[in-house]
């Protein structure tokens, strides 16, 4: 059974850094894609990162493009989000998922955390 768990998260001043842990089991690690998305109060959930585990790829939005850092270790089985110069606009609950067919389509993954929520203060 696949199971997700987010960490890392918490408060942080504008301009201040982030890193977020998703620790997994029970999926093919080094062969799935896996992803970042999060959610604000009153908004739809986003796409922020993926990465393709079996070829590396990585996919950003937009919005953390040069700012945020998807990884992966394959001997800890675990998923990485690097965030830097972080900005009020970036709190959110952030979610780790995993396993799908098309990196940037959260409607596609199979398998999600509970959640770790970032807040950022101005």
């Known amino acids: 059974q696949a199971r997700l768990v987010e960490s890392g998260g918490g408060l942080v001043q504008a301009g201040g850094s982030l890193r977020l842990s998703c620790t997994t089991s029970?999926?093919?690690?080094?062969?799935?894609?896996l992803a970042w998305a999060r959610q604000a109060p009153e908004k739809e959930r986003e796409f922020v990162a993926a990465?393709?585990?079996?070829?590396?790829?990585?996919y950003y939005s937009d919005s953390v493009k040069g700012r945020f850092t998807i990884s992966r270790d394959g001997s800890k089985n675990t998923l990485t989000l690097q965030m830097n110069d972080l900005q009020p606009e970036d709190a959110a609950f952030y979610y780790c998922?995993?396993?799908?067919?098309?990196?940037?389509?959260?409607?596609?993954?199979?398998?999600w955390g509970q959640g770790t929520q970032v807040t950022v203060s101005s």
């Open positions: 990465i393709d585990c079996a070829s590396s790829r990585t």
């Open positions: 998922a995993a396993n799908s067919v098309s990196p940037t389509d959260l409607d596609a993954y199979n398998y």
């Open positions: 029970g999926i093919a690690f080094s062969r799935t894609t």
